[in-house]
């Protein structure tokens, strides 16, 4: 039986709290759900983590662009104008059905409206595979303050060791949304790397650029005083490309390079958020953006969303592209073993752009 309210917060010290999210599987969702009426303290982030409203822009600056005409070149050209400019954009008209968007969202609603006890077998002390793992906040043991977020995290390998591993309330939905979302992210690919003199990309190169995969699907809470923590701190993320789901809630907010104010990236029915990670901001040696983004909680909404993180496969060596330096650029960052550098992210705290700095020359 979950506790109550009162015999979480009132009467039992914190460490309760942790073992009842972190260990027993709860999450915040089961927090949430007790009716808590005020914010634990491990939640309550330090002034200059939460994000302030003033520092916000309120107008719609993220490009939402049709993809409908791949082949048209004004497509290729605001593609890689919003990655060089913004590191993010929307697209629409990407083929991916609205029905795909719609099952993968209800997979994520079956798996968290699981019992803590069918979700925890898929933590990190409990999942028989490293490639499942149900988690809350993002390094709990590396945080000083935790985040108001639980996720499943799918490292997909193959089609057969997903139908045996995942989780059988979601997996279905998670693949199909994989699936279909293959022939999009190929496409994006290639006008992204047409600009930096990638004319064909090759087995080797797509193995660089896509050559592992792994879905999150992340579900935020309600939130009792939701202006004193986050939902997701800023970082950026580790990814080639990330493709990303969001409901009809909002709450990302993305770094503005230019004056360092936060933008709203606001839900947009069947659109689909492109996101540069670090690996291509290192393999075009700066051009691409992998620009720092947070999410906020909500006080009166659940929310979910669902990024797909394309990456190089672990054991790649990740670097400048040889061809964007063939032009005599000097390169700003180090040749680095791909699963090394995500390693170092996942070990620290969410602290903005601070894992991509350590790759710089
Ligand atoms: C969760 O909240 C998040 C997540 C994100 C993610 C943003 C991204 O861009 S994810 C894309 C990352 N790229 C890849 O996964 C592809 C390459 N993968 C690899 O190189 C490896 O699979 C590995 C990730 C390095 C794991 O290798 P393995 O040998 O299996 O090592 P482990 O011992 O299992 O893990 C090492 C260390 O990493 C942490 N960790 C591993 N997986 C996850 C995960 N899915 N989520 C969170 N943390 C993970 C873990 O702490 C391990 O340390 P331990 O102390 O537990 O041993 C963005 C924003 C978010 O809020
Ligand atoms: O939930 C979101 O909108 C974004 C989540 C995110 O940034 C991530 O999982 O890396
Ligand atoms: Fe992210």
Redesign the pocket.
Same mark, same amino acid.
């Given at each position: 039986m979950a506790p109550t309210m009162a015999e979480l917060t009132n009467t039992q010290p914190s460490t309760d709290i942790s073992d009842f999210v972190l260990h027993k599987g709860h999450g915040v969702k089961g927090l949430s759900e007790t009716g808590i009426k005020s914010l634990p303290k491990q939640y309550v982030q330090p002034l200059q983590e939460r994000l302030c409203m003033t520092k916000t822009v309120p107008q719609d600056s993220i490009p939402v662009i049709d993809i409908s005409n791949c082949d048209d070149p004004n497509v290729a050209d605001a593609i890689c104008n919003a990655a060089e400019r913004w590191g993010f954009f929307q697209i629409v008209n990407h083929g991916v059905p609205l029905e795909v968007l719609d099952n993968v969202k209800q997979a994520t609603h079956r798996f968290f409206g699981l019992p803590a006890h069918e979700k925890n077998k898929y933590s990190?002390r409990n999942s028989c595979s490293?490639n499942v793992?149900y988690?809350t906040s993002? $390094?709990p043991?590396a945080e000083k303050a935790l985040?108001w977020?639980d996720?499943l $995290?799918l490292?997909y390998v193959s089609d057969q060791e997903a139908s045996a591993l995942w989780p059988p309330a979601c997996k279905d939905g998670v693949l199909e949304y994989m699936r279909n979302s293959e022939t999009v992210i190929k496409q994006l690919l290639k006008m992204l790397m047409k600009r930096l003199s990638v004319n064909e990309i090759d087995e080797p190169k797509q193995h660089l650029l896509m050559g $592992?995969r !792994?879905i999150?699907i992340n579900y935020y809470p309600i939130c009792p005083n939701p202006e004193l923590t986050v939902g *997701?701190g800023r /970082?950026s993320? *580790? $990814?080639t490309l990330?493709f990303l789901l969001q409901d009809d809630i909002g709450g990302l907010y993305v770094r503005d390079l230019q004056d360092d104010s936060w933008i709203h990236v606001p839900p947009v029915k069947g659109s689909i958020v492109i996101n540069v990670?670090d690996a291509l901001q290192i393999m075009s040696n700066g051009r691409y953006k992998s620009v720092e983004h947070r999410v906020v909680a909500n006080g009166t909404k659940n929310r979910i969303s669902v990024p797909i993180?394309v990456?190089p496969r672990?054991h790649d060596m990740i670097g400048p592209s040889p061809e964007v330096l063939a032009t005599g650029e000097k390169a700003i960052y180090k040749q680095l073993l791909?699963?090394d550098y *995500?390693?170092y992210f996942? !070990?620290k705290a /969410?602290d903005g752009k601070a894992t991509v700095d350590h790759a710089k020359i």
């Open positions: 990190k490293n793992r988690g993002f $390094s043991q985040e977020k996720y $995290s490292f $592992s !792994r999150n *997701v /970082h993320d *580790v $990814s990330t990670g993180f990456n672990p791909y699963s *995500v390693k996942f !070990r /969410h």
